[in-house]
């Protein structure tokens, strides 16, 4: 890989609700011997993630997901001023991912590109080539809600999650 950062160093975070595709993300990326990845089924559990101050240098979403899709979460990365990486990828069509990804650019997120479903390795290799380390600071946890999740660190994951997703739906809501 020509990046300035190896891929055995980068921290990956894929989020997709279909766990087959998530399991064949992983596989690829390992493939590419990726160290460090971690998964998420939803975008209110990938946020809380962040939200927590876990940090990852690339985040890749689906753009089709219940709960709050793909797009929902690059605005709310948006909103959170997110740094790093974001890589698209959906079994919609190439339309659709041209423009999530179009929209997110035009939010000033650093995507690295956009795939079509299923992942391809070679694909995936191409996308993570435009990857370069974030040179400015990013605000804490890098989000802009209020620091009241402290508690939730000591919860159950599915405690957590429920819990977060109750919170992301009140975020996306307006009701």
Known sequence: MNSAVPIESLSFLVIDDDEFMLDIVAMNLNHLKAANVATCTNGCEALARIDNGESFDVVMIDLNMPIIDGVEVLRSLAQRNFPNGILLFSGEDARILKT?????????LNVLGALTKPVVVNDLQEALQAYRPNTTEAPPNCSNRSPSMSYTRRLTRNRYSLISSHRCLAETNPW
């Open 100 to 108: 999530a990804q179009s929209l997110a650019n035009e939010h000033k």
